[in-house]
């Protein structure tokens, strides 16, 4: 297919091969249809203009109307520059150009009315705009222009001469071509409904708008297109799998019975049994389970994994827990385990460092079906470890397994999928949520177990580190224990390594009466297992550990967390950290520790921490800070690459996005109604366009 928005970008008029290279190595841009998508990032505002009088520091740019009343060449060598002096009847500025001096020369002349638009710097009390926009004041120019488009280029670009303009130009000239090319790609009555601009006036507005309102009416229409397919192929998906995908029914539940009567070590909390209800309905019905399991920290994700492995076991097949490090790994099968074991329910652990004896003993028991419960690292997802009868996979996304990794556990059995369940370790925004996982079934448990206190959280400068250790001393002397953390950050182990002996050390000196655990990631496995025994145990009070107790430990007496640094951590570590307290019946503290000085982020990430204990608000705070690519960790964020949308801020559109396009495949899912057709026609492009791809890259 080669129709006109897969024109090579090098036949534009004024681009070329040398050119058109460039554009593909820098900006992606291969074909007219490329160019085209390459959407401004910001605008500037031309509609306006500031008198001198009106200039403050903060405007990142400003247009005012004046005359050049005299220039001057000043300094030599590197320093020369032409400075004009500028006025209007309000005040006076100075323009400044380091380069192309003799060409400004020339063109600017004295006595002459000019647009003068840039960033204004202030120095002393007056201010400069180094390389303005300049324009001879005329009929067409003196009402002001528009929103000028602001492309992204690279540096290198801009040394060849292709900038922001040039770019505009270019795309200027191909929509003039491309003015009856532009298909509408929505159905009538979702533009009708959501009162969208169509798809050509949107392209035209959003490179070129009149105003802000065409441009906001530009972006949303854009926006909801983009979503709305995402959506559409995700329920699409989900679709697809739930008829042709056959499940294993399993209606057993004898072994969950004995469970619930003898060894259930607490009363589920209602979001618990909610969840599990729905899991159960899953495992009965006989298509594919897929769903996601979101709940906050210490909301009891464990037991309900568990509970769902004994209606499986239970029913002659077998489960496997797949996490994303060793440390969480273990920490899953250690807790399983207390609860299997009460059951006599075998169960393994699998990891990169499982000695090869013991690896083949676990292949062997996963073939004859006596092992029933495997857990462990992307280890299983090797050939070697096959299942008699894989009834149940659980993933512990952490968000870091992509769509494709968890499609290979998927295939560990020849005839029949496993039932899939996703689990994260913490709340995912619902924009992200809705992206990543907008093919999957959801399930939320938003509730805590009974009897827990709200963890009480502070923020503290360590000028008054004295005051927190009389805090720490009076909880300790009351039976408490305390966590104090110190942040780890890979490229610089050793500066971590001897932040955290410091504050070892000074913690030593500050309770010269109290036994103190260190934990750490350089250290050996068995020093590490020894130290985390005497803290379980309550032989010592304090223990002083890097990250790696993030997801490492669960001692309910342990009510005091004490985060060092806490600037350095990230929104939702700091909650992962805190939610390592507030599990047993006492009162549980957070002390975050910090520097005076903040940086206006750190700010927000503490006083967030403070203000609530809740995960999705936090996650939300998160997203908005960070933005969905770094939030996620690469591994995802190719799922996350938008043209135009933002998840967070775009959350709104996505709701009704995602609510056309469930509406559309509900009533159409051959898409088979003309109107529908648009859509169609999309889907073989949007296709197509991937397969260009993939064989370009
Ligand atoms: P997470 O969802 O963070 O994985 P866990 O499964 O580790 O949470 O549970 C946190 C703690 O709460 C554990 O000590 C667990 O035994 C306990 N717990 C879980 N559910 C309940 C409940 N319904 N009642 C009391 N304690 C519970
Ligand atoms: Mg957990």
């Not at 309000?90 to 020369?105: D, N, P, R």
Request: proline share 4%; hydrophobic share 35%; charged share 25%.
């Amino acid at each position: 297919m080669s129709g006109f928005f897969e024109t090579a970008v090098e036949y534009l008029k004024g681009v070329g091969p040398q050119r058109a290279s460039l554009l593909n190595k820098e900006l992606n841009i291969f074909t007219y249809g490329d160019l085209i998508q390459h959407y401004p990032f910001r605008y500037e505002d031309r509609t306006r203009f500031y008198t001198i009088r009106e200039i403050h520091e903060e405007m990142p740019y400003v247009q005012l109307k004046g005359k050049v009343t005299g220039r001057q060449l000043i300094g030599t060598g590197p320093k020369k520059r032409m400075v004009c002096y500028f006025e209007d009847s309000t005040g006076k500025i100075e323009l400044v150009w380091f380069q192309g001096i003799s060409w400004i020369a020339d063109k600017i002349k004295t006595g002459v009315e000019y647009i003068a638009f840039g960033k204004p710097n202030k120095f002393g009390n007056h201010y400069s705009i180094a390389h303005p926009d300049m324009e001879v004041v005329s009929p067409a120019t003196e009402k002001g222009g528009s929103l000028q488009p602001v492309y992204s280029v690279t540096e290198r670009l801009r040394s060849r001469r292709i900038d922001s303009k040039m770019l505009s130009k270019l795309i200027q000239d191909v929509l003039v071509l491309a003015r009856d090319k532009i298909r509408e790609t929505l159905p009538d009555n979702i533009l009708k409904d959501e009162q969208l601009l169509p798809k050509k006036q949107s392209v035209v507005a959003i490179h070129f708008p009149e105003s802000h309102d065409a441009l906001n009416k530009a972006q949303q229409r854009l926006k909801f297109e983009e979503l709305f397919y995402i959506q559409l192929r995700l329920l699409k998906l989900k679709l697809i799998r739930k008829e042709k995908f056959k499940g294993i029914i399993f209606n057993n539940a004898s072994l969950v019975t004995t469970f619930y009567q003898e060894h259930l070590p607490f009363e589920l909390t209602g979001a618990q049994k909610k969840v599990i209800r729905e899991i159960y309905a899953d495992l009965k019905s006989g298509h594919q389970m897929n769903r996601l399991l979101q709940g906050d920290v210490g909301s009891g994700k464990t037991i309900v994994g568990f509970i769902c492995m004994l209606l499986v076991v239970g029913n002659e097949a077998q489960c496997a827990l797949m996490a994303p490090t060793e440390i969480l790994a273990q920490q899953h099968y250690q807790n399983l385990s207390r609860y299997a074991d009460t059951m006599r329910i075998t169960t393994a652990l699998l990891t990169g460092s499982t000695k090869k004896k013991e690896r083949s003993e676990i292949h062997e028991g996963l073939r004859s079906g006596n092992l029933k419960i495997l857990i462990g690292t992307h280890a299983l997802l090797e050939e070697e470890v096959q299942f008699k009868r894989l009834g149940l996979a659980i993933i512990d996304e952490q968000h870091r397994f992509g769509v494709s990794q968890r499609s290979k556990l998927w295939q560990k059995n020849e005839d029949i999928y496993p039932h899939v369940l996703v689990m994260t370790a913490t709340p995912i925004p619902r924009t992200l949520a809705m992206t990543l996982y907008g093919d999957l079934d959801v399930s939320v448990i938003d509730e805590l177990p009974a009897g827990r206190k709200p963890i009480r959280t502070i923020h503290k400068f360590d000028a008054h580190r004295l005051e927190v250790n009389q805090f720490l001393r009076t909880q300790i002397e009351s039976g408490r224990q305390v966590y104090m953390v110190y942040p780890l950050i890979e490229e610089s182990e050793k500066v971590d390594l001897k932040h955290l002996m410091d504050g070892y050390e000074s913690a030593c000196r500050a309770f010269p009466d109290v036994a103190i655990s260190i934990l750490h990631g350089k250290m050996r496995p068995d020093a590490k297992d020894y130290e985390m025994a005497r803290f379980v145990m309550g032989e010592t009070k304090i223990m002083v550990a890097t990250t790696v107790i993030e997801v490492g430990v669960d001692v309910p007496n342990a009510s005091v967390m004490v985060i060092e640094n806490a600037e350095r951590f990230g929104l939702s570590q700091l909650h992962q950290l805190r939610g390592r307290v507030g599990r047993g019946a006492d009162q549980s503290h957070c002390v975050l520790m910090t520097d005076y000085k903040l940086g206006k982020e750190s700010k927000t990430r503490i006083e967030t921490m403070v203000r609530t204990n809740n995960g999705f608000e936090i996650a939300e705070t998160d997203l908005k800070l960070r933005g969905p690519g770094d939030l996620m960790g690469t591994q995802q964020s190719g799922a996350l690459d938008l043209l135009i949308a933002d998840l967070s801020r775009d959350g709104q559109i996505l709701e009704r996005a995602r609510k056309h396009a469930l509406q559309t495949i509900e009533k159409d899912p051959e898409l088979q109604d003309p109107q529908n057709r648009v859509i169609k026609t999309q889907i073989a492009s949007i296709r197509q366009s991937v397969v260009n791809w993939s064989r370009i890259s």
